[in-house]
């Protein structure tokens, strides 16, 4: 199985339009007779067409990786894989609404464009397309048919689990001198301390989005438009704040899907706070569980005076740790503004293991930075950070439980030898899958790709 993510860049499905793949596939022709491309192979009810494989091979030097050492073959044995998971996904009724397809494609033009300045002309020529609404219309197809694929092998290993039993009997059975090696770890605490928004400040913004409200209603000016031009929404805003919902999947903080679910369409509502700042909604169309809504969002600025007043107070927690007055972690617990954190101690979460070890060669680069210098046990000076929206908040970081680079334990790195064992099932999962379904899956491969050594059983020889 291969080891790189790809998206290629077609995903076509054999469709009415397509007059002929025979038994002997070598050219996909139109209604018309004009040859189109040539077909590298037939996988159910999808098709790889030898373009794919150039054009995959071509975007994934686009995303940086390094191509040198994935063959041709290789990647056309990834491309046969995703057909066999999306051609099977559909067999098993898996649903991906179009909405959520949509909601990609939004995502991953907006991505491109950042390439391109804005410019959706010099978009539409690098990828040799007419028009945007092709593009689109493209890229729907290719998201589609790989939401598709990824559901399915998702739904291939989800009911995968391991026991203790499977654990040690994995690591056993690798030579010591085979044993995987674990890089530097620790754990990381931190303290924040974040400048006090005052009551005025919130009054201001809470009365621009009055004065917004009162404008589209009573003056019918545009709630996009403004959104566009005021929101403070990095990833809404140049959409003129849109997004979609969907009642049974929370892809926004509570506050806000209670205030979006309460509307009537065309009603926009009070302003009301998140974590995020202070925000007016408008809701657009329901169209049964999908809300398709705007919203425009402002953050109250704090003043210079603030900033200082959070700085000193942080400089004072940290004086008070250093001088033994208070521990570290019952600091946090009084003086951090931290929610995630301050109950415990101030200890920070690895996302990826969901435990408190950070490895210091998978940290985030930031993080790395910050403690880096530090001595197990010594405080951090306070640092100043600063997030794209211009917030500003303070921090000081202790790092402790040291472990250098080491060959693996069994006892001290079980929950790490358990993730590695759990992988290893969940390959083996996916390739008995695969075995299996191959041999029930028509599948026509041509012309030089015969010649190819795959892993799995592909030829059916």
């Keep these: 199985m291969a080891l790189f993510n790809i998206q290629a860049f077609s995903q076509e499905i054999i469709e009415d339009e397509v007059e002929t793949v025979s038994k002997k596939v070598d050219t996909v022709v139109t209604k018309n007779a004009r040859k189109v491309d040539g077909v590298a192979a037939v996988v159910g009810d999808y098709i790889v067409l030898d373009s794919d494989i150039n054009k995959t091979m071509l ?186 919902l969907h009642r ?48 425009i969002l402002l953050t109250p600025k704090v003043s210079s005076e603030a900033i200082k007043e959070a700085k000193e107070r942080l400089e004072g927690v940290r004086k008070k740790i250093v001088d033994s007055i208070i521990s570290f972690p019952d600091a946090a617990r009084e003086a951090s503004d931290e929610e995630e954190t301050r109950n415990d101690g101030g200890q920070l979460i690895n996302p990826t293991t969901q435990d408190y070890n950070f490895e210091l060669t998978r940290m985030d680069p930031e993080l790395y930075s910050q403690i880096q210098n530090l001595k197990d046990g010594e405080v951090s000076l306070v640092l100043r950070e600063e997030d794209r929206t211009g917030n500003v908040k303070f921090k000081i970081l202790r790092v402790t439980d040291r472990v250098n680079e080491h060959k693996a334990d069994y006892a001290r790195d079980y929950l790490k030898i358990k993730q590695l064992a759990l992988e290893e099932k969940k390959i083996k999962a996916i390739e008995a899958w695969q075995e299996e379904h191959i041999v029930d899956t028509y599948i026509k491969i041509s012309g030089d790709y015969r010649d190819c050594d795959f892993s799995g059983n592909w030829l059916k020889k």
Excluded: W
């Design 248 to 295: 049974k999947k929370p892809q926004m903080v509570k506050e806000f899907r209670e205030v979006a679910f309460s509307l009537q369409e065309g009603e926009i509502s009070e302003p009301f706070k998140t974590d995020f700042g202070y925000h007016i909604i408008m809701l657009e169309k329901i169209r049964g569980q999908e809300y398709d809504v705007a919203h």
């Design 59 to 244: 975007q994934l030097k686009a995303q940086g990786v390094n191509t040198d050492e994935i063959g041709s073959c290789e990647l056309f044995g990834k491309l046969l894989e995703d057909k066999l998971y999306a051609h099977h996904a559909i067999q098993d009724s898996i649903i991906i609404p179009d909405s959520e397809v949509r909601r990609n494609v939004d995502y991953q033009i907006q991505q491109f464009l950042q390439q391109t300045n804005g410019s959706m002309e010099k978009l539409l020529a690098i990828y040799k397309k007419e028009d945007e609404q092709s593009f689109r219309d493209e890229m729907f197809e290719i998201n589609k048919a790989n939401m598709l694929a990824q559901r399915m092998q998702s739904q291939i290993v989800e009911a995968v689990e391991i026991t203790p039993e499977e654990v040690r009997t994995f690591f056993k059975k690798i030579p010591e001198e085979e044993r995987p090696t674990f890089g530097t770890e620790l754990k990381v605490a931190q303290i924040v301390a974040e400048p006090i928004v005052s009551e005025e400040a919130k009054q201001k913004v809470i009365d621009r989005l009055k004065s917004f409200k009162a404008d589209i209603l009573e003056r019918g000016a545009s709630f996009r438009s403004k959104a566009v031009l005021y929101s403070e929404d990095p990833g809404s805003a140049s959409r003129g704040g849109k997004y979609t």
